[in-house]
């Protein structure tokens, strides 16, 4: 079956972010995700996932690690486990982007001060 934003679980997060679980399986998460402008998510870290980032529209800020990279459209990176990452939305404009995670990040996170 073909899934989308249209047909997928939906769920809401932070401050009036969006999720949709595109693939949702004990191996493997993939979420597409919605920012607003301004927006961030909690600083943290995962015990056992390993997750990929991948812009599909707008520009994001991921702070791993304490280093920050800004992530274009068409762009991704890799966070490890246990290295503490934060996205943040900093533009005028939302942002879209997967997060693609092995084993899903579902009851792995840690949060950071």
């Not at 401050?15 to 600083?43: F, Q, Y």
Request: with cysteine; glycine share 6%.
């Amino acid at each position: 079956m073909k899934i989308s934003k249209q047909n997928a679980e939906h769920y809401t997060w932070g401050d009036l972010c969006d999720g949709w679980h595109l693939v949702k399986n004990n191996n493997l998460s993939v979420i597409h995700e919605r920012m607003p402008a301004n927006t961030a998510e909690v600083k943290h870290y995962h015990q056992q996932a390993r997750q990929f980032f991948f812009v599909l529209s707008g520009t994001a800020t991921l702070e791993i690690a304490g280093t920050e990279i800004v992530l274009n459209p068409q762009e991704g990176i890799e966070v490890h486990p246990l290295v503490p990452h934060q996205m943040f939305n900093t533009s005028g404009a939302e942002v879209e982007f997967l997060v693609i995670s092995t084993p899903p990040s579902k009851g792995d996170r840690i949060m950071v001060e």
